[in-house]
């Protein structure tokens, strides 16, 4: 995996605004720094512990932040009982936000509801983007405020900390339906999905694909330099579809990139 271009795509990710979320954002675009740092990511990690090492290190690099606490795990009675992502301020204002992050892949299933809001889900149908905003709503921001923490940040005063989310999300449409959103949506679309049958249908010899494991979703396919014809990527593609895996796909096509997934449903 390219390093420079995991931190780029983390960079040049579009938050959800607030218009979404219900919540104040955070625009990781506020972070001013001279140059992007040069990160050390750990291996045989998570993409979403990935994302949030990139951008406690960002926060770190930065001249106008201070990361005071990451990842602040929560206890009572012995048991963890939630985490707080991130606790930073502003280096001129004091200001102290507490941050929570999230890095989210959701598809368009107009079929779901007659609510636009409802109708995102993961590549696999096991998580919603309604459901993700509820949790931060309901969970993780009035973590803050529960006794434990008092015990965890005994320093801070609790009450006085800005709450915000920095939700960075690449949302996917059905292949060739047209779906009239909101512009608050559509800045973060960054493709499409589609069927595998709907796939085998548009290759064609000029095409050429690589499936990047789920460490590198969110990158853009022009970083890759190992491409691979329809016929190399088809079997593993079936494989994981019938296991109700779907896959995410790059698409060179001469000079034009596309990302899309294929999906089992």
């Known amino acids: 995996m390219n390093l420079t271009s995991r931190i780029t795509s983390v ?14 954002t955070f625009f990781l675009s506020e972070l001013k720094y001279k140059q992007l740092p040069e990160i050390t990511l750990p291996v045989n990690r998570r993409l979403g512990h990935l994302i949030e090492k990139v951008v406690s290190e960002l926060i770190n690099a930065s001249e106008n932040y201070q990361l005071l606490h990451e990842n602040v795990q929560i206890v009572q009675n012995k048991q963890t009982i939630g985490e707080l992502d991130f606790i930073i ?24 509801s007659d609510d636009v809001s409802k109708n995102w889900i993961g590549p696999n149908r096991r998580d ?18 529960h006794e434990a923490t008092k015990t965890a ?16 999300s690449y949302l996917y449409l ?6 009239a959103l909101d512009a608050d949506y559509q800045k973060a679309v960054a493709g499409y999905y589609m069927n595998f049958e709907t796939f085998q249908r548009l290759d064609n010899p000029a095409k050429a694909y690589h499936i990047p494991s789920k460490k590198a979703w969110g990158i853009h396919p022009a970083s890759n330099e190992n491409w691979s014809s329809f016929e190399d990527v088809k079997e593993k593609i079936k494989h994981n579809l ?15 990139f596309e990302t899309f997934f294929i999906v089992w449903w």
């Open 153 to 168: 940040l005994p320093y801070l005063k609790l009450d006085s900390i800005i709450q915000k989310v920095c939700v960075l």
């Open 128 to 145: 919603a983007l309604h459901e993700k905003i509820a949790k931060l709503q309901q969970k993780q921001l009035p973590l803050l405020y």
């Open 89 to 112: 301020q502003h280096t001129e204002t004091k200001e102290i936000i507490h941050l929570e992050l999230a890095y989210k892949f959701y598809l368009y299933d107009a079929s779901i």
């Open 174 to 179: 059905p292949y060739t339906q047209k779906i």
């Open 11 to 24: 960079v040049n990710a579009t938050p959800l605004d607030t218009v979404i979320t219900g919540i104040s």
């Open 242 to 256: 019938t296991e109700k895996r779907a896959l995410l796909c790059w698409q060179k096509h001469k000079d034009t």
